[in-house]
């Protein structure tokens, strides 16, 4: 009766149905700003409606002068503008949540842990997060969240990855071979309990696999190719055009790429963002 009521994804399908539950977990933070602002432009229009209204309509205490706007309007108007901040926010935290319930009770039709992405292996995630990820988890001061990265896809240390250059671009051998040194990393600690990503933590960290559109994709690229040249940048120095003198020649090369990457990537971006 159970396979009766599960849902078989292809790759991509099962992308999309990941960054549906990505995208109920935008930062509550950023939300309250954003919600922050709304009210507060709308009190400014409101309580210019108020003082216009009172100035057209009120009775003038003296002639040729304005019409004050009594206390209780303007705090009515400012209770106002701090309603619809809490409530616009308030109902975002309702419609999110109740958006990842939804795309967590597909995933597990699907035979998927909603809240355990790499459970069965790396096969969500495509080349381009993984790089941007594992780069990420490279800069990690909190060793708390380090060693939360390191259980759930796989990382070390120590592993075959490396930045300034890179060791590894996507679709190339270098990185189906990183994919399988991290699935095999992910094998061997099986048997320890796999942690688990909450809406909160993925609202805080963004790790749950995304879709990959030419925009996402684009800002994964940049993402591990600028780290790298940061990285290529103290160590052999912060003018480029000197590279070929300090960088070993061994190295030369993939750090010349990547520089390039990482410039046309940020310049793609741009044009993407002018567009828009």
């Given amino acids: 009766m159970e396979r009766l009521h599960t849902t078989t994804f292809e790759a991509d399908e099962e992308r999309v149905a990941w960054e549906g539950l990505a995208s109920s977990c935008a930062s509550p933070?950023?939300?309250?700003?954003?919600?922050?602002?709304?009210?507060?432009v709308f009190f400014v229009a409101a309580i210019t409606a108020v003082i216009l209204f009172y100035n057209l309509f009120g009775e003038r205490l003296?002639?040729?002068q304005g019409v004050p706007v009594p206390p209780a309007a303007f705090y009515a108007t400012l209770a106002l503008g701090a309603a619809v901040s809490s409530g616009g926010f308030a109902l975002w935290l309702i419609r999110s949540r109740r958006s990842y319930?939804?795309?967590?009770?597909m995933l597990s039709r699907g035979g998927l842990d909603p809240k355990?992405?790499?459970?069965?292996?790396?096969?969500?995630?495509?080349?381009e997060q993984l790089l941007a990820?594992?780069?990420?988890?490279?800069?990690?001061?909190?060793?708390?969240?380090r060693?939360?990265?390191?259980?759930?896809?796989?990382?070390?240390?120590?592993?075959?990855?490396a930045l300034?250059?890179?060791s590894a671009l996507p679709d190339t051998f270098e990185m189906n071979a990183l994919r399988v040194e991290w699935e095999s990393n992910l094998i061997l600690r099986s048997a320890e309990p796999m942690p688990e990503i909450s809406w909160r933590d993925e609202s805080r960290m963004e790790i749950l696999p995304r879709q990959l559109d030419e925009v996402?994709?684009?800002v994964f690229i940049l993402h591990f190719t600028s780290e790298s040249v940061r990285k290529l940048k103290r160590s052999y120095g912060y003018r480029t055009d000197h590279w070929h003198a300090t960088v070993p020649e061994g190295k030369l090369w993939n750090a010349v790429r990547d520089h390039e990457q990482a410039r046309r990537a940020q310049a793609a971006l741009n044009r993407h963002r002018a567009r828009g």
Avoid: Q
């Fill in 29 to 40: 933070v950023r939300r309250l700003g954003a919600f922050a602002i709304l009210g507060f």
């Fill in 164 to 166: 300034g250059p890179l």
């Fill in 133 to 145: 990820l594992r780069s990420r988890h490279e800069r990690m001061s909190s060793d708390k969240k």
């Fill in 62 to 64: 003296i002639e040729g």
């Fill in 116 to 127: 355990r992405p790499t459970r069965d292996g790396l096969r969500a995630y495509s080349d």
């Fill in 147 to 161: 060693v939360l990265m390191e259980r759930i896809f796989g990382f070390r240390a120590d592993d075959s990855f």
């Fill in 101 to 105: 319930r939804a795309f967590s009770r």
């Fill in 216 to 218: 996402r994709k684009l």
